[in-house]
């Protein structure tokens, strides 16, 4: 028996240990990009082809049948757009993105790279850039300067670059230089070594677009909502949204891959605890025949029999869940302590664990239906014996 | 509070608790099977205490678990109380078993991890017909009876072999059955806790009108008996 608890609280603990740390990792690097490129996109202008056909000769009547969707890049309105988009409940905050590639020079050498010209009182609302800067010198300087610059910390090393030095800025032949207000470090290394982040105004001058945005970048209050309202967005403003779970699916999928093979190989435990048991609880109904025939002869039920040797595995699965779950967490906790520098992706030192009620729910789900449907075999079978058979030592 | 021997008694019907005709019973399969019972027939009153007697593999204990619904037989009727057994389902003769019947093994067949209070109690627990406490008192008049009263709460591995069947004497008589079935109930204690199982059994089933059919290989406690049947080759002689 105490094999069959100690395989369960190994299923159970080590199930909750694998569930949080991969869907830790996931939950950072999704607030990582949250916290970086928002929770949707307003992109391209959707251009609709019509094709219509009158019905029984009725001019009002027609038929729209989509061909497919066009798209006008960037948004040509984005003031009226964003005023629309703030409109939607779940909004938290809206930003225009003017978007450009160029090349960038200090005194040391040159790197390709992508203006984003933001206006810094709005793109606070939709991004963490504000907490991710990394000089003591915050955002004071880009906001009252025009002719300032954030560097991502990528970028800022390979120009060997520091605060309050110059970079010129090379678009289409012509040359710009800006002072570096700050350095920021979102932690996904793909933006650190290419995004400068310049005044919006600054941006639409330097890439010679006056009017007009390339996105809008939108964060909301309740981010799992992201496609409801992308959808509802799309219907309502004719761009396409995209989502953060679409924008990073990729990602999203790898992450979920790994959560479903850790859970499988974790199962193996619990596998492992339902055989256990089922060995356990074979050996108890060769040992408790007497006691079987004892309470068959008292007029106890066949079912009464099952109830048992059921209870004695539902005794077990409960201190097992329990104590699993403590060791699961435990253990959790133990891991997230762990040194584990990670700078590609995204920014870590640590083992990333998040804990969840849903973690322990599935451990123990998995458990119970694996260790009741292992126990179930034994504790049939100890009803089916026979009483006449078992005092006369003739019980198969 | 203690509650009577027979405070829980099933009403009595008619003047035997027991009966059965032409009882057949087969055991083993192929060349291996053996024809045990040849149409036994057998009647028990209340309140008279029977010996089943003869030689090992006559066919007593098949007829027992026979008479104690522990076992189906191939032919013949069984009667328990008026009502016919013999064709009805696992269900049936469970219940009857639980109301109508207390048994007595050689071997005790105490549940040894409980203690003597719990194993008296466990067939009142499924019959369900006291409450805890009243089953509590009945458990500890009947340890009292048989002279367990000062040792309720040892564990069955703390009793000797002669105490574990005085349990089980006790137990055998909790729900007040009309019948006590005894498979050699004395066959594996010395000379003096078998007169003690035998005239403890014996006196209480008398004091309740409970009707006692007992196996055994003993003469003496056979003798004692109000009667004596004995079996040869699967028919009473």
Known sequence: ?396 | MSTPLHAVSAAPVGDFALRCSGLQRYLGQGDGRVHVLKGVSFEARRGQVYAIVGPSGCGKSTLLYLLGLLDQPDGGDIEINGQRMSNSDDFARTAARGAHIGFVFQFHFLMLEFTALENVMMPMRKLGRLTAPEMEARARMLLDAVGLGAKTHRLGTQLSGGEQQRVAVARALANQPSIILADEPTGNLDVKNSTLVFDLLTRLAKDNGQAVILVTHNPEIAQRCDVTRPMRDGLFV
């Not at chain 1, 999704?30 to 251009?47: P, S």
């Open chain 1, 1 to 396: 028996m105490l094999m069959s608890l100690s395989c369960t609280v190994l299923g159970v603990g080590l199930f909750i240990v694998t569930q949080a740390t991969t869907s830790g990792f996931e939950e950072f690097f999704v607030k990582t990009l949250l916290g970086t490129d928002g929770a949707m996109r307003i992109e391209d202008r959707i251009q609709d082809t019509l094709r219509s056909m009158e019905v029984a000769g009725s001019p009002d009547f027609q038929i729209r049948q989509r061909e497919g969707v066009k798209y006008i890049e960037g948004v040509e309105e984005p003031q009226i757009i964003m005023d629309t988009v703030r409109s939607f409940a779940n909004v938290r905050g809206v930003s225009a993105v003017l978007r450009g590639n160029v090349q960038v020079s200090s005194s040391f050498k040159t790197e390709d790279g992508q203006v984003f010209g933001i206006k810094l009182e709005d793109h606070r609302f939709v991004s963490e850039l504000e907490r991710k800067i990394t000089t003591p010198e915050g955002l004071g300087k880009f906001q009252e300067s025009a002719g300032s610059a954030l560097v991502g910390r990528v970028l800022a090393d390979r120009l060997q670059l520091t605060v309050n030095e110059s970079i010129v800025i090379n678009v289409r032949g012509e040359s710009r230089r800006y002072v570096v207000a700050a350095i920021y470090e979102t932690g996904v290394r793909d933006i650190d070594k290419t995004r400068i982040y310049i005044d919006l105004a600054e941006a639409r001058s330097l890439l010679r677009k006056p009017t007009g945005a390339t996105f809008l970048q939108i964060s909301l209050h309740d981010p799992k909502r992201a496609r409801e309202e992308a959808a509802h967005m799309e219907e309502v403003l004719r761009h396409s949204v995209r989502p953060w779970q679409e924008r990073e699916k990729e990602w999203l999928s790898v992450f979920r891959a790994l959560s479903v093979s850790s859970a499988i190989t974790v199962t193996v435990f619990t596998l492992i605890a339902s055989l256990a048991m089922f060995n356990t609880l074979a050996m108890i109904v060769l040992e408790k025949t007497k006691d079987i025939a004892i309470l068959r002869s008292m007029g106890y039920e066949r079912r009464d029999i099952t109830r048992i040797f059921l209870w004695q595995a539902a005794i077990v699965l409960a201190i097992g869940a329990i104590v699993g779950g403590i060791f699961g967490a435990a253990v959790s906790w133990g891991v997230s302590l762990v040194p584990l520098p990670i700078n590609t992706l995204f920014k870590t030192e640590h083992f990333i664990v998040a804990l969840s009620p849903w973690h322990f729910v599935q451990a123990i789900t998995t458990a119970v239906v694996m260790v009741m449907i292992a126990s179930l075999v034994p504790a049939r079978r100890a009803a089916r014996l026979e009483p006449g058979d078992i005092v006369r030592g003739t019980a198969q």
